[in-house]
């Protein structure tokens, strides 16, 4: 099953939870919840802690496989940044570009 949303997650977890032939309340003693929380899981409540969600998958047997894409290349954007860079270079009189963060936390070491 290819989950997208929250509630493609919680309709995963109830599937695999009454296959198994436990109750939302058995559920949540295994986690240590409430069935509040495992109700709110299986209808797809957006803002539930990500590893107690995956213990909940765990419990009901589910395991987890994620895959990431390859990046496709943008050459139109890795153009600009090179001519950016060379007008910078041919001006050569600018002070140098400051960093956000350095200049915010002054934290960085170069």
């Excluded at 296959?19 to 899981?41: E, P, Y």
């Excluded at 590893?51 to 990431?68: C, F, H, I, N, P």
């Excluded at 009189?93 to 200049?103: C, I, L, R, S």
Aim: proline share 5%; charged share 30%; net charge positive.
């Amino acid at each position: 099953m290819q989950v997208k949303t929250m509630g493609d997650l919680g309709a995963l977890v109830r599937s695999a939870r009454t296959a198994r032939g436990m109750t939302q309340a058995d559920l949540a003693a295994r986690l240590r919840m409430s069935r509040d929380w495992v109700v709110r899981l299986e209808k797809g409540h957006p803002r539930l802690e990500a590893q107690r969600v995956l213990d909940a998958l765990r419990v009901v047997g589910v395991s987890l496989e994620a895959t990431v894409p390859e990046a496709p290349t943008n050459n139109r954007r890795k153009r600009g940044r090179e001519r950016a860079a060379q007008k910078s270079k041919s001006a050569g009189t600018g002070p140098a570009p400051v960093d956000p963060f350095e200049a915010l936390f002054g934290t960085r070491k170069t």
